[in-house]
């Protein structure tokens, strides 16, 4: 079945950084899009950074422009999530999500916990 798995939350300091991962399995990773979102309590569910089936392109919110990154590696079905300089308003539960391009077919990860904070 579909499995979307992340890793890497926690607890860290505001300054700081954290590489979050999310294992993919059940299908065939490299057709689809791939994005982190996030949600903060008591907020939407926002996409914070996209890449697209090659790698090839991104998008971003403004809040993380600079200091998050994105990556994915076709080989080991995994996406990442880098980010640097961390804020305590980055603080939020970070959700992975496949999407087949072009059609509505979407999965999400269960999500892992952010923290920033001294």
């Known amino acids: 079945q579909v499995q979307l798995v992340e890793s890497g939350g926690g607890l860290v300091q505001p300054g700081g950084s954290l590489r979050l991962s999310c294992a993919a399995s059940g299908f065939t990773f490299s057709n689809y899009d791939m994005s982190w979102y996030r949600q903060a309590p008591g907020k939407e569910r926002e996409l914070v950074l996209g890449i697209s089936t090659t790698g090839g392109s991104t998008s971003y919110a403004d809040s993380v422009k600079d200091r998050f990154t994105i990556s994915r590696d076709n080989a080991k079905n995994t996406v990442y999530l880098q980010m640097n300089s961390l804020k305590p308003e980055d603080t939020a539960v970070y959700y992975c999500?496949?999407?087949?391009?072009?059609?509505?077919?979407?999965?999400w990860g269960q999500g892992t916990q952010v923290t920033v904070s001294s």
């Open positions: 999500n496949a999407k087949w391009p072009g059609t509505t077919i979407n999965y």
